[in-house]
């Protein structure tokens, strides 16, 4: 079959050109009819002879409006087709459109959300930059520490001061509110002295406390040399040794359960120690903490899920030494850190069971 055949077909099936054609074929039946009828008549182009075809004339004119009539129907219908497959293909690209249109919107919203994590980022990572330069300038009052030592020996004033002045503290309350059963309080700590395997050979006299004692709490607080009797050497034992020994649960005696309820798990003394020493030292970590906030805080506001929030979190927790997570945690535990408190509270990667080994919390 040739193409021009082929090409034909293609065309005469759309159903428009169907109608088109009946309508030709029927325009050309109108004017073929008359004329076919004049010359089968076999009449001359005379005044007689229109004049004798007068009748024939207004049956041909009849039929032949009505087959023009006819014809008109079939391009109505086939303008109709035509319209309808316009409104096709106008309905088919209005629905391309909105199919575009929403890839559009759905590409906007990458790129847009491509956007607000590269800035999230940069002003994260940003903040971390500013975080680390404000650790680089830290100063100690009164010393000449700088950066991150200043952080360590924060800590080491606070353990110390823990050490020495809070369990000086805890001897001196004990001595008095047992001033009326000193020998009591005597035999209790013999007891519990006596017990001890790493104090050395050091001699424990319950007259020599005793003595001492009293002499603290009722009489002349100084010695026969004029010094300050102090209640540690009353007791003759240092923080190390006593925590070590309350620490083994095989050491059962009344004085280590009541120092261990009075002092050790006592959060008062604590406080004071971490109150005083920074007051002291001037407050040295403020804008460290406020710093610490501030981009957990930049976290915690984000439209990120819960667990891309710990991710970032966990990356600027990731810098942190060992003295900056038990300081920070000083800070929660030991101070009116509420806002810090509830971020570690609700975060997993802020919630590290990570301190130094002598922390006292």
């Given amino acids: 079959m040739s193409i021009e055949k082929k090409t034909f077909k293609k065309w005469f099936k759309d159903n428009e050109n169907k109608w088109i054609s009946f309508g030709i074929i029927t325009i050309c039946l109108a004017i073929l009819m008359p004329t076919t009828i004049f010359f089968a008549s076999d009449s001359r182009l005379t005044a007689d002879s229109f004049s004798k075809l007068g009748t024939v004339g207004d049956f041909l004119g009849g039929s032949t409006v009505g087959l023009l009539s006819l014809a008109?129907?079939?391009f109505i219908i086939s303008t109709i087709v035509m319209q309808r497959k316009e409104l096709e293909l106008q309905r088919t690209e209005l629905q391309l459109t909105r199919v575009e249109l929403a890839k559009s919107n759905e590409q906007y919203e990458i790129t847009n959300h491509t956007m607000k994590l590269q800035q999230f980022e940069t002003t994260f990572f940003n903040m971390i930059q500013m975080h680390n330069n404000l650790i680089n300038d830290l100063k100690l009052f009164g010393e000449e520490y700088r950066g991150r030592e200043v952080i360590v020996m924060f800590y080491e004033d606070i353990l110390n001061y823990y050490k020495k002045e809070s369990l000086e503290s805890y001897f001196q309350r004990l001595l008095i509110r047992n001033r009326e059963s000193l020998e009591e309080l005597a035999d209790e700590y013999a007891a519990f002295y006596n017990s001890l395997k790493n104090v050395g050979n050091r001699h424990f006299s319950q007259g020599t406390f005793l003595f001492d004692a009293e002499q603290f709490v009722f009489g002349n607080s100084y010695d026969e040399l004029m010094q300050p009797i102090k209640p540690i050497t009353i007791f003759k034992i240092t923080f190390d040794e006593l925590k070590a020994n309350v620490d083994m649960?095989?050491?059962?005696y009344q004085f280590s359960i009541r120092i261990r309820d009075e002092f050790f798990?006592?959060?008062?003394?604590?406080?004071?120690?971490?109150?005083?020493?920074n007051d002291q030292k001037k407050y040295p970590l403020s804008n460290y903490i406020k710093s610490v906030k501030t981009i957990i805080r930049l976290v915690?506001?984000?439209?990120f899920d819960f667990n891309s929030k710990n991710k970032y979190l966990n990356i600027f927790f990731s810098q942190f030494t060992l003295h900056e997570i038990t300081i920070i945690n000083y800070f929660i535990k030991l101070s009116e850190e509420n806002e810090l408190k509830a971020y570690f509270a609700k975060y997993d990667s802020l919630n590290t069971k990570e301190k130094l080994q002598d922390s006292i919390i």
């Fill in 249 to 252: 649960s095989m050491v059962d």
């Fill in 265 to 277: 798990n006592n959060m008062d003394f604590k406080e004071t120690a971490f109150n005083i020493v």
């Fill in 300 to 303: 915690d506001q984000s439209n």
């Fill in 72 to 74: 008109s129907i079939f």
